[in-house]
């Protein structure tokens, strides 16, 4: 049920800020994401039902509300349109994930908030 609820929320919040694009973004996470622990993190991009390949794909992760700095994550093209990278997040609390996919001047943001223990 929590997977369920992210993805709507992730879906949700898609904000594109690019020249003209139809990627569709998904996002594949564990559905409890414990502090200290190494989560993947995957991304998966079409374009009128086609996998989107070569993009460069990055997450940005910080608490939402305290300084802990922010993490910086690059995704991996693993093909099929599939991005794919670990974190591991210090300390449990409210956190902001940023996903950027850029590819020759066109660029599209993901945000999403989502929680640890």
């Not at 993190?41 to 086609?50: A, F, G, L």
């Not at 993490?71 to 099929?80: A, R, S, V």
């Not at 449990?92 to 943001?109: R, Y």
Request: net charge negative.
């Amino acid at each position: 049920m929590k997977f369920l609820t992210f993805m709507a929320l992730c879906i949700a919040l898609v904000a594109g800020c690019s020249s003209s694009n139809n990627w569709d973004v998904k996002t594949e996470v564990p559905s409890l994401i414990k502090s200290g622990q190494s989560i993947p993190i995957k991304v998966i991009v079409k374009e009128h039902d086609q996998p989107v390949q070569g993009l460069d794909v990055k997450v940005f992760l910080e608490m939402k509300r305290m300084d802990h700095g922010n993490e910086q994550i690059t995704l991996k093209d693993q093909g099929n349109g599939e991005y794919v990278g670990n974190a591991t997040l210090p300390m449990g609390g409210d956190w902001v994930a940023n996903i950027e996919l850029k590819s020759d001047g066109t660029k599209k943001e993901i945000v999403y908030e989502f929680k640890t223990e």
